[in-house]
Each structure stands twice: as C-alpha cells, then as structure tokens.
C-alpha cells in the first residue's frame, strides 16, 4: 500500500493512477487480468488493464462486474463457473474479485476486476485493502 500510494499520490491524470495500479497489483501478485471498467452512461468500459483482451463493453447488472457496480459491494467469486451470469472473457479465469469505486457523490465511478487462473483465490483479506484502495480511487477522483 505505501509504495502504490508513492506511485500515484502526486499524479492527477486517471489514466495514468489507474494504468500504474493496475501494472502494480498484476506484477506483484502475477494475476490472469487486473483491471478497470469505468461507467460510461448505463454501461461499463474498459479501462486499464494488464493481462489478456477482454470484454469491451459490459451492461449494468451483468455478470460480476455489473452486479458489483449495481448493488455497489464486493464481489468474490470462488469459482466463476458456480457464479450465475459470469462473463467468461477468457476460459483460463477460474475466480476473481471485483470491487466498486464509490465517489462522494455516491455515484460508482467504475469497478476494479481481478481474475486468477486458479480457483478459490481470494478472500477477506484481498478485498480489505483493495477496497482501502478503490476507496481511495473514489475520493481521489471525486
Ligand atoms: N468476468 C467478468 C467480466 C470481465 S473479465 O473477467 C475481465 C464479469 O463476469 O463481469
């Protein structure tokens, strides 16, 4: 946490703390894909991401990532095959967490997505400090 908050605490451009996040926690844990969609009217799009081409495009309510940003809470899914709606990108993601941004409007800015080739890979513990730091996204970019 302290050396990605060195990283982008001085830089004001969203591409740029959302690409350099993303690279962070992908090369640090060696994820399948770490990204972001951000919302676009009634829709998710990509944002920067690190791993294989995913889904561009992604409706409010669909799959993880839209149910995420709908009920705006985490979602960890043990294992993608056992989730309802699950948007297969790639048939090599076994599970994967993926968190709301909230800005303070209360408005979801976008959600931050990460997919592991491996089952049952993340847990309480993943999602306490990438919520602290969606949480920080969200006020950063309020
Ligand atoms: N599996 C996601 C779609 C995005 S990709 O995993 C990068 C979902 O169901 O929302």
Known sequence: MPQLMA?????????????????????????????FYVVEQNELVVGPFQGPVA????AKGRGVCGNAWQHEKTIIVPDVDHYPGHIACSALSRSEIV???????????????IDSSELNTFDEEDQFYLEKICSYLGERFS
């Open 7 to 35: 990283m982008v605490s001085s830089e004001t451009n969203q591409t740029a703390v959302l690409s350099t996040v993303a690279a962070a926690l992908h090369e640090a844990f060696s994820f399948f894909w770490t990204g």
């Open 55 to 58: 889904c561009l495009r992604i």
């Open 99 to 113: 968190v709301p941004i909230v800005l303070k409007s209360g408005h979801v800015m976008g959600v931050l997505d």
